[in-house]
């Protein structure tokens, strides 16, 4: 139900936009946000929005390089400025029920649903 979009092949210090469409449900009541793992490492949070509110919550290691949004109830962007190899990975976008958006940084947070992976490679 959340299928992840824009991957790509991009060079060191250049932009990317993912896009994450949600389907079969209003997904207004939901917190939506975007995870990466890079290869040999644990999935880690990068950002997380909700509708209602408005509310953003980014990972302190991506902060100002990275920029959630939402701009309807089912679907969520992500644009990251200043790519850098290390930035390589598979995106993920998931999305949890009736709850603030710092509850989708902590780890081992469940979610409801999970999208299935975009690959993002950067090269130097």
């Known amino acids: 139900q959340l299928q992840a979009f824009g991957g790509g092949l991009v060079q060191d210090g250049g932009s990317l936009r993912l896009s994450c469409a949600a389907s079969g449900r209003d997904f207004s009541t939901y917190a939506m946000g975007w995870f990466r793992q890079a290869p040999g490492k644990e999935r880690e949070f990068v950002a997380a929005?909700?509708?209602?509110?408005?509310?953003t919550y980014y990972s302190d290691s991506l902060k100002g390089r990275v920029t959630i949004s939402r701009t309807n109830t089912n679907t969520v962007y992500l644009r990251m400025n200043s790519l850098k190899p290390e930035d390589t990975a598979v995106y993920y976008c998931?999305?949890?029920?009736?709850?603030?958006?710092?509850?989708?940084?902590?780890?081992?947070?469940?979610?409801?649903?999970w999208g299935q992976g975009t690959q993002v490679t950067v090269s130097s």
């Open positions: 929005a909700s509708w209602g509110s408005g509310s």
């Open positions: 998931a999305a949890k029920r009736w709850t603030v958006v710092q509850s989708m940084g902590v780890e081992g947070s469940k979610m409801d649903y």
